[in-house]
């Protein structure tokens, strides 16, 4: 047997875990394989850190969420937000599922067009968008909605050049009761804003303002909130009828649906926590039914992002080192840190052990490989005792991580995408120094041959 490496001694208090409602603490928790295929094999063939992606969760996911509203409602559309993953093979997937594209700025635009999607069936959103991204935008008849009286003006202004009503939609921030209103995007409803800006748009004669959009938040764990923008932005619809004899082509309802995830600091194991696509559709698509005539019913689009693609990414990685703080808890430093789990700085990601190390479970802190202070994957998490070369695997990693990740002191790592029959594709290669570099330009000066040692101070 071989002689195990020496370890200082140190003195753990040991916590069994307490009973609570749902019984004991869950025994550990391993990820032996992803979709059928071993972690190991896939370290030994792509290298570690890895991101995977598999394809049959976001089908699966698509069909549920797509299942769920069109029960229930028979004009539903989904967009896919690119931010939320804008890798081609991901957005592929999706509009292969029958989404369009919902894009919050003009590069992310281009991406769309590129795989092939019309302008009219990408939706426009964003805070920010520069004159000639509306110009573009209006030019392929995509579904703007607009956000401030600015983009008004600029519209009107793009719509007198081209000699023809520019559809538009607008969005509502609202209060639905949620402890934090977001109120930065869009217009305020309860101040009378939107009714303002709705008056403005008919009044200009040079706009049609067809569409309502609200994106109330994100990670939304309660569908009474959903509910509760339903009733508002029908209400409103409904005054916009009266006073302007508007009929209204689409209600947006943004994204927001919970992953199985877990935020910091919440209480209760996701499982408990996420609700179902059914219980979002629920509460939202009885209202909007009972709100317009049976024959005129506006499309209900869903901007769904984190929901769809988080449970499908997964990210491998390996212990470089362990070591004890002066604390007493054991640490591990991986080969992946928050540059690319960006989101472990909001949720308490899941770590999972991919080799059997016993039993004993001890607290441990979770650091990535930065030189960096912040880079902390998890600050609290019971695994066994694994190993330097021992690989664990991260996740939920779909959301938002492939598109906030950066190269800061590590390169980003490969991506594979696993498919439905067993295919293995790579979808983004691991960069290097020569992709980091590609766009610096060195001035002559500077060159080596000129610049080392070159300066005589003497
Ligand atoms: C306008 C809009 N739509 C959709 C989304 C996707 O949200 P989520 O990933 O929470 O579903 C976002 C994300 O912030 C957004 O800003």
Request: charge should be negative.
């Amino acid at each position: 047997m071989p002689k195990s490496d020496y370890e200082k001694p140190s003195i753990v208090r040991h916590t069994m875990g307490m009973m609570n409602e749902f019984g004991r603490p869950s025994g550990q928790n391993h990820c032996y394989e992803i979709d059928g295929v071993p972690v190991e094999s896939l370290v030994k063939e792509y290298g570690s850190p890895l991101i995977v992606f598999s394809e049959s969760t976001i089908r699966e996911r698509h069909a549920e969420l797509h299942r769920a509203f069109s029960l229930r409602y028979p004009k539903i559309q989904i967009a896919w937000s690119y931010k939320t993953n804008y890798l081609n093979a991901i957005c592929a997937i999706m509009h292969q599922e029958g989404s369009w594209a919902e894009v919050v700025s003009e590069y992310e635009y281009e991406m769309a067009k590129n795989l092939g999607i019309k302008g009219n069936h990408i939706v426009v959103n964003g805070p920010y968008k520069p004159d000639s991204f509306l110009m573009n935008a209006v030019k392929d008849k995509a579904m703007i909605n607009i956000e401030s009286l600015d983009e008004i003006y600029t519209l009107e202004k793009i719509a007198s050049a081209y000699g023809e009503a520019v559809e538009v939609g607008m969005r509502i921030n609202m209060d639905t009761g949620m402890l934090t209103a977001w109120e930065r995007f869009g217009v305020n409803l309860e101040s009378g804003q939107a009714y303002e800006v709705a008056k403005r748009i008919v009044s200009g004669g040079k706009l049609k303002l067809v569409g309502l959009h609200s994106h109330i938040g994100t990670f939304i764990l309660d569908p009474k909130f959903y509910q509760q923008q339903a009733i508002s932005l029908c209400t409103f619809a409904s005054r916009l009828k009266d006073e302007f004899g508007i009929s209204l082509k689409y209600i947006n309802i943004g994204g927001g649906f919970a992953s199985r995830n877990r935020l910091k600091s919440t209480y209760l194991p996701t499982t408990y926590m996420a609700p179902s696509f059914d219980a979002y559709a629920e509460s939202i698509c009885n209202i909007i039914l009972g709100a317009f005539p049976h024959d005129n019913l506006p499309t209900l689009f869903l901007e769904t992002g984190r929901a769809l693609v988080d449970e499908s990414g997964y990210l491998i990685s390996t212990v470089g080192s362990t070591k004890r703080l002066p604390s007493g808890i054991r640490a591990l430093i991986l080969d992946a840190g928050v540059n690319i789990a960006v989101t472990s700085y909001w949720y308490d990601l899941e770590i999972l052990p991919v080799q059997d190390r016993g039993y004993f479970m001890e607290d441990h802190v979770i650091f990535g490989p930065l030189c960096m202070n912040i880079d902390v994957c998890r600050d609290l998490v019971k695994l066994p005792l694994l190993n330097k070369g021992d690989n664990v695997v991260i996740r939920p990693f779909g959301a938002y991580n492939v598109t906030q990740w950066t190269q800061f002191i590590r390169m980003r790592p490969p991506v594979l995408l696993l498919g439905m029959n067993g295919e293995m594709d790579v979808i983004r290669e691991a960069e290097d120094v020569t992709y980091l570099k590609q766009k610096e330009k060195l001035p002559k000066r500077l060159e080596p041959a000129n610049s080392v040692g070159s300066v005589n101070r003497e």
